[in-house]
C-alpha cells in the first residue's frame, strides 16, 4: 500500500489549541516508522484550478483563494496565511491517489487538512476543500462507492453526490452532533435515489454494530453496486479513546472494516482501494488504526493497545434497521 503524504501538510495550523493539529500527522508516521511501515511514500504536487473544479464551484474556488485570514465558519475552520496553499496540496494529494488507484495501487492518503465537511461551495468543520470527493470525481471511473467511517456525517460529500448514481454515498456516524444531518431519510434525491445510505448510530455504539452494519446493509449493497473503484474516508473519532464524538469503536474494529474493505476491493474491483484521513484526534488510537490498516495490506498485524470493548450489545442495530427499512425497495438486503 502506497502511503500519499506531504511534509507541508505539518505547516497547516489553527488559531490557539486546536484538535486539529499537525502532531496527528507526526503521531502517524512515527507509527508507521516503527512498525517498518513507511517505506513507501510519495508526494503530491498541489492540485489545479481544473482539480477543484470538478468537484467544487468555480465562485467557491476563488472565494478561498482570496479569503485571507479569518474564519470561514463560526470559529472551528481557520484560513491562516498558507491555508489556501496546504489545502490544494492536500486535494493535490487526493488526486494522486485517483491515479494510482486507476493502476490498481491502494493507498493511504494521510492528508491535512481534512475534506469531507465540504461542499460544493462551501467548507467548515476543519474542511476546505473534499478530499475524497474530488478523488471520486477524477478517477472518472462511472460507478465509485465511498464508505465514510468517520464520527462525524461527511455532509459535504453526501451533498456533491446526492442527486447522482455514479457515486454510492454510505456514511456511518454518531447522530446529533455536528454537522447534524445524515438521518436515515436521507437515501439521495432524483437519480441519486437509494445511492446515499446512513447509518445514524446513537450515543455509545461500537464495535459490534459497525459489524452488524457491515454485514446486513453495508457489504451487500457494495457488492450489488459493483463499484470499480472503492474510497474510504477514515476518520478515527469513533474511536471510544477520541474525545470528539460518543461512539465506543476500538481499533480493532476500525482496523477489521478497513480490512474487509480492502478485502471486498480485491474481490469486486481488482483490488481498486484508497483511503483518505479525516478526523482522529487521540494522536495513539489514530496511529494505531492507520498503522493496522496499512499493515494488513502486508499481511501482517501491529500490537493493539485500544482494544476494549464497549458495545458488545449492538447498541446501534435499531439505527442499522431503520435504515435497512428505508431501502428495502432500492436494494435487495438480507
Ligand atoms: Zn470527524
Known amino acids: 500500500m502506497e502511503v500519499i503524504f506531504h511534509p507541508d501538510y505539518m505547516l497547516h495550523k489553527h488559531r490557539g489549541a486546536h484538535p486539529e493539529r499537525p502532531e496527528r500527522l507526526e503521531a502517524i508516521l512515527e507509527r508507521l516508522e516503527l512498525e517498518g511501515l513507511a517505506g ?11 482539480i477543484l ?4 464551484s468555480k465562485d467557491y474556488v476563488k472565494y478561498m483563494r482570496e479569503h485571507g485570514r479569518g474564519y470561514l465558519d463560526g470559529g472551528d475552520t481557520y484560513m491562516g496565511e498558507n491555508t489556501y496553499d496546504i489545502a490544494l496540496l492536500s486535494a493535490g494529494g487526493a488526486f494522486l491517489s485517483s491515479s494510482r ?14 475534506g469531507h465537511h465540504a461542499g460544493a461551495y462551501y467548507g467548515g468543520g476543519f474542511c476546505y476543500f473534499n478530499n475524497i470527493a474530488i478523488a471520486a470525481a477524477c478517477s472518472k471511473m462511472k460507478k465509485v462507492a465511498i464508505l465514510d ?3 462525524h456525517h461527511g455532509n459535504g ?3 456533491i453526490f446526492y442527486t447522482s448514481s455514479d457515486v454510492l454515498f454510505i456514511s456511518t456516524h454518531h447522530y446529533g452532533i455536528y454537522p447534524g444531518t445524515g ?6 434525491e432524483g437519480q441519486g435515489e437509494g445511492y446515499n445510505v446512513n447509518i445514524p448510530f446513537p450515543t455509545g455504539a461500537g464495535d459490534s454494530s459497525l459489524e452488524y452494519a457491515w454485514d446486513v446493509l453495508i457489504e451487500p449493497i457494495l457488492r450489488q453496486y459493483e463499484p470499480r473503484v472503492l474510497l ?10 477520541d474525545g470528539m464524538t460518543g461512539l465506543s469503536l476500538s481499533s480493532r474494529a476500525y482496523i477489521d472494516i478497513c480490512g474487509r474493505t480492502i478485502d471486498l476491493a480485491r474481490e469486486i474491483c481488482k483490488g481498486r482501494a484508497a483511503f483518505f484521513l479525516e478526523g482522529g484526534y487521540h494522536l495513539g488510537s489514530l496511529g494505531e488504526v492507520i498503522a493496522g490498516t496499512v499493515a494488513y495490506t502486508e499481511g501482517r498485524e501491529v500490537k493493539m493497545e485500544w482494544t476494549d470493548e464497549y ?4 447498541i446501534g442495530k435499531g439505527a442499522v434497521e431503520r435504515t435497512r427499512h428505508r431501502l428495502k425497495d432500492h436494494w435487495d438486503l438480507p
Open 40 to 50: 513507501n511514500i510519495s508526494t503530491p504536487e498541489p492540485a489545479t484550478e481544473d
Open 53 to 56: 473544479t470538478s468537484v467544487h
Open 101 to 114: 488507484v486507476k493502476e490498481g495501487i491502494a493507498s493511504m492518503a494521510l492528508l491535512r487538512p481534512p
Open 149 to 151: 467511517i468517520d464520527g
Open 157 to 159: 460529500t453526501s451533498d
Open 183 to 188: 438521518d436515515s431519510m436521507a437515501i439521495g
Open 232 to 241: 474510504v474516508s477514515l476518520g478515527t473519532d469513533g474511536h471510544y479513546a
Open 311 to 314: 458495545d458488545n450489545r449492538c
